[in-house]
DNA sequence: TTAATTTTGATAATCATTATGAAAAAAATA
DNA sequence: TATTTTTTTCATAATGATTATCAAAATTAA
């Protein structure tokens, strides 16, 4: 049941990192989140648990969630670093539409455009390894 | 002819900004490449020419430049902006691969994408203002 | 324990971009 | 043309998110 948690200290020894306080704190917040949040909403919402950590760790935790595929690195253009968690509940795998009206963020996924992506990459001999698609938008 | 240069003109007339030899010079460099400059290259060129024209200055036209969509923003994830030039023969609306081996940029157009996305925005209630469609790859 | 290694966190540095404000240029007025 | 007003430019300072530094704390190994 606690497999991330578990994946996440697994993923820690292969790097020869060790598995603190403050890592798993961070994780765990980022299992608690389906908003897309910026360094400092993270750190003050582990503030208010309890859990203080510093900015420069919580950076470099980013990075490793990043890295293993926990988070995923957003930026809309608002110049902050936003962070999506994949840990989440069948969130994984979608593009965003941003309301330059509101801020709002829409999730949305689409297969055809997933298959044309793969297919535009192959014909240029590339593999995709990232892909960033954002619909910047206004209400009708 | 230079019918580029002459609607330069008539946009600035409209929010009444003047029409000065950097603001053109800018425009006219803008005009001649189909890379994907960041602001130091473009200030570079600039100087290279003859046209020396301060940061601050060139900041200021990049925006009326984008406003008017002379060019176009584009953030790669290097953490600098680039600017997409609208005004080279044929190059408009179109997406990038980038190779994050050598840095290439490749640039794709896909119509089907396109309908897709704005079926995307039109059943959610939106209109699509602006794009950012990246993909970023490796060699097979 | 003791010693070696890693991590943390306060703080400083970085660096692209933005703000400032005095001087230069341009436009308007006389 | 000379004078005044407005705009622009440019050198430089400030900003702010992120990254680097490094001494102290925590962890691990011996
Ligand atoms: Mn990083
Ligand atoms: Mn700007
Ligand atoms: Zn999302
Ligand atoms: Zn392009």
Known sequence: MQTVIKKFKKNLQEENLKSTPQ??????EMMKTDEHLECEEILLKLKEKGNKVSR??????????VKYKFVRKLEIGDGRVRYDSNLVHGKRNHDHMICLDSGDIIEFYNDKIEKLQNEIAEKNGYKII????QLFVKKV
Chains 1, 2 share one sequence.
């Not at 420069?56 to 969630?65: K, N, S």
């Open 23 to 28: 890592r798993l704190a961070i994780l765990e």
């Open 130 to 133: 990232r892909r960033v698609h």
């Open 56 to 65: 420069a760790t919580l950076y470099r935790t980013m990075d490793i969630l």
